[in-house]
C-alpha cells in the first residue's frame, strides 16, 4: 500500500475509533440564560385574551399552572399546587399552594391571586366558559388554600377537627369558632371532643371549610383551645 493511503487510512482509522470511544455525560447546568429565534413574533406573552399559537408557546414558559400534565393520559403532578383533594362528589376541589413562589416582582403568590387568575380567564379568555363555566365559587380560607367547586358544595354544617385542644373551664358565653384568619367567629351549635378530636358543628353554614385549616376556639373575646380541621362535615 503507498505510503500516503496508509496515513490517511490510519487516520481514518483514529477518527473511526475515538467517535465510537465512550465519553462521560457532562453534568446538566441548571440556570443560565437560553436565547433562541422564534418566527413568527407572538403579539402578547399571556394567553389571557388570544388562543394564538405563538403566544400559547412563549407564555408557557413565562407562567406556571396550579397542575402539571404528565404522558398521553394527562396525569396531574404538583405545579404551583404541591396537594389537593377532591370531594367525594367530585364538586368541590381544594388546591393548597407551594409556599415561598414569588412573582416577577418579588410579592408571593397567594390563593387570592390564583382566583383573580381563574375568573380573568373566565370572563375574558374565548374558552373561558368552557373551560370554568361549571364553577360556580371560588373560596380562599387561607393565603395557600383556594377551594373550586359548586355553590352548594362550599356550605359545611360542621367540620371535623384534630390536634384538638381546649382550656378546662366552663364557657361564660357562646362558643364560637374561627376558620379563617381575621374573620368573624363562628357560633358552634354543638362541640363534641373526644381525646384529640373533636366534632364542631356550626349554628349556621358556613363557607369553604378545608382541610389543613386551623379552627381557633373561642369564649367571648377569648380563645379557649383550637384545632386543626380535617374535614368538611355535611
Known amino acids: 500500500m503507498p505510503k500516503t493511503l496508509r496515513s490517511i487510512t490510519l487516520a481514518v482509522a483514529a477518527i473511526a475509533l ?44 413565562i407562567y406556571e399552572s396550579l397542575l402539571e400534565y404528565e404522558g398521553a393520559g394527562l396525569n396531574p403532578k404538583p405545579g404551583l399546587a404541591e396537594s389537593w383533594t377532591v370531594s367525594p362528589d367530585n364538586l368541590t376541589y381544594t388546591f393548597k399552594l407551594r ?37 360556580a365559587a371560588i373560596e380562599t380560607p387561607d393565603t395557600h388554600t383556594v377551594v373550586v367547586g359548586d355553590e352548594t358544595t362550599l356550605w359545611s354544617d360542621g367540620a371535623a377537627v384534630d390536634a384538638f385542644r381546649q382550656r378546662g373551664h366552663a364557657p361564660t358565653t357562646e362558643l364560637a369558632v374561627q376558620l379563617r384568619y381575621r374573620s368573624k367567629p363562628a357560633p358552634l351549635r354543638t362541640l363534641v371532643a373526644q381525646g384529640e378530636r373533636a366534632e364542631l358543628r356550626f349554628a349556621t353554614p358556613q363557607r369553604a371549610v378545608a382541610p389543613g385549616q386551623a379552627a381557633v376556639l373561642y369564649d367571648g373575646d377569648v380563645v379557649v383551645g383550637g384545632g386543626r380541621i380535617l374535614a368538611a362535615l355535611p
Do not use: C, M
Not at 38 to 44: N, Q
Open 18 to 61: 475515538l467517535a465510537t470511544a465512550p465519553t462521560q455525560a457532562a453534568e446538566p447546568k441548571r440556570g443560565g440564560t437560553l436565547t433562541y429565534a422564534y418566527h413568527p413574533e407572538p403579539t402578547a406573552l399571556s394567553t389571557l385574551a388570544t388562543t394564538a399559537v405563538p403566544v400559547a408557546i412563549a407564555s408557557t414558559k
Open 99 to 135: 409556599q415561598g413562589v414569588k412573582w416577577h416582582d418579588g410579592k408571593p403568590l397567594t390563593s387570592a391571586d390564583v382566583k383573580s387568575s381563574v375568573e380573568l380567564v373566565l370572563n375574558y379568555h374565548s374558552r373561558g366558559k368552557t373551560y370554568f363555566g361549571k364553577v
